[in-house]
């Protein structure tokens, strides 16, 4: 590996990304975005003249998405006045958490919100199934050619869930 100090995207990275944030500002925002959106975007402000790197500024994840129209990839978020502005793939650094399609994050927030929602599902359903000490076994077969009437038929069935509910 070799560190090249001279080149002015390292001292974008390792001293002054902009001009309102220093180094450790701007990650730890570009971070926080990512571990609570899924996704950090940030905008590589270029000087117009020879294309170089000048500034790297976050944008807001909520509001940027990649998006392809035309056989075009572009970045497109919203602008100061609200409006929606596109930005050219190059001049933009994306880095989206796990992702099903390499575009678009998963948050880990979401991710561990979903999973503990489950496990909390799983267990209360575990508890009432069996809280009552009750097991499913139970077969209800009809003879051929009977029917129940609607009655019969909801009475069945909240006789059978009364027995593995307890409800």
């Known amino acids: 590996k070799k560190l090249l100090r001279d080149e002015p995207v390292h001292w974008l990275v390792h001293a002054e990304p902009n001009e309102i944030m220093t180094s450790a500002v701007f990650r730890?925002?570009?971070?926080?975005?990512?571990?609570?959106?899924?996704?950090?975007?940030?905008?590589?402000?270029?000087?117009?003249?020879?294309?170089q790197p000048v500034g790297l500024l976050p944008l807001l994840p909520e509001a940027t998405f990649a998006?392809?129209?035309?056989g075009r990839f572009f970045?497109?978020?919203s602008g100061d006045d609200g409006r929606p502005l596109q930005l050219a793939a190059r001049d933009v650094l994306a880095l989206p958490w796990l992702s099903w399609n390499g575009l678009r994050g998963e948050s880990p927030?979401?991710?561990?919100?979903?999973?503990i929602g489950l496990g909390i599902a799983a267990e209360e359903s575990g508890?009432?199934?069996?809280?009552?000490?009750?097991?499913?076994?139970?077969?209800?077969?009809?003879?051929p050619g009977t029917s129940l009437k609607s009655?019969?038929?909801?009475?069945?069935?909240?006789?059978?869930?009364?027995?593995?509910?307890?409800?």
Not at 28 to 51: C, D, K, M, P
Request: glycine residues 10%.
């Open 28 to 51: 730890q925002v570009v971070q926080l975005h990512v571990l609570t959106h899924g996704n950090g975007y940030v905008f590589i402000e270029r000087n117009a003249a020879s294309g």
């Open 67 to 70: 998006k392809r129209e035309n």
């Open 75 to 77: 970045y497109e978020t």
């Open 109 to 115: 927030a979401r991710l561990g919100k979903r999973t």
């Open 127 to 143: 508890s009432s199934f069996f809280g009552q000490g009750m097991l499913q076994n139970l077969v209800i077969e009809q003879a």
């Open 151 to 167: 009655e019969a038929l909801e009475n069945l069935k909240q006789a059978v869930k009364a027995k593995f509910t307890g409800r």
